[in-house]
């Protein structure tokens, strides 16, 4: 069994491709075309009832962990998280993140910490701000999504990009070290927005997944948000 992978120290920007949008007849060889670019990767977890869709479990990302050393950073879409979290655990999941729409969020995030999970804290286009601020001091990550979850290939909700600099500010001014995530129709156009924005870590799926080349679309993706960032006049690398 390959050895779990941590993440690089810093506020550093990374993509992390989303293996929803991958060919999943041929998962382990869609993750060696990008892992030489990437050192994370985002695992979509569907369970037909948060969201009206149904994706992998468990067994799949064990398959996957012995194929990879990428941190595994696992979007767990689903109602009953709590039942789930250590099985994702053991079958080699580096972090979970959980919707701060199911409830019981601290928690779920006591949870996380006992199991030895970095913990997310993911929120709906709809869902404001004010919904995990409490909580922020607490995870590891914040994924705000700019998109409705349940389906890939979805227009990227550029109206989100305010609860993106509501979240950067609110660590900022707390001097805390929280990732800030963004996942719903990144593309090397729209990933320029959301770095102005505060975002360091942006999840791609069909722009990466549906190029002929997933590695250097996920290149292309980095690159356009580290431009972004520098011409900005940011600090982040």
């Known amino acids: 069994m390959a050895a779990m992978a941590t993440p690089s120290a810093g506020p550093i920007l990374r993509v992390a491709p989303s293996i929803l949008s991958a060919d999943f007849g041929g998962l382990a060889d869609a993750v060696d075309q990008v892992a030489p670019t990437t050192d994370w990767l985002h695992v979509d977890v569907m369970d037909g009832h948060f969201v009206p869709n149904l994706t992998i479990g468990p067994p799949v990302v064990a398959s996957l962990r012995s194929h990879s050393t990428l941190f595994f950073d696992t979007h767990l879409m689903i109602s009953e998280p709590a039942r789930y979290l250590g099985a994702f655990r053991d079958a080699g999941s580096d972090g979970c993140t959980v919707h701060v729409e199911v409830g ?25 701000f004010e919904a995990v601020e409490p909580f922020l001091a607490s995870v590891d990550l914040v994924l705000c ?24 500010e609110a660590v900022e001014a707390g001097g805390l070290h929280v990732a800030i995530e963004v996942d719903g129709g990144i593309n090397a156009r729209t990933v320029s927005e959301a770095a102005r924005a505060g975002a360091s870590v942006f999840v791609a799926g069909s722009a990466v997944f549906g190029s ?20 900005s006049g940011d600090g982040r690398s």
Do not use: C, W, Y
């Open 145 to 168: 999504m700019t998109v409705f979850p349940g389906f890939g290939g979805q227009s990227f909700i550029a109206d989100v990009l305010h609860k993106v600099r509501q979240v950067r």
């Open 212 to 231: 002929d080349d997933p590695g250097e679309a996920s290149t292309a993706i980095l690159r356009a948000a580290q431009e972004a960032v520098a011409l």
């Open 104 to 128: 019981e969020t601290a928690a779920l995030i006591a949870q996380m910490r006992d199991l030895g999970l970095r913990a997310g804290l993911a929120l709906n286009p709809d869902t404001p």
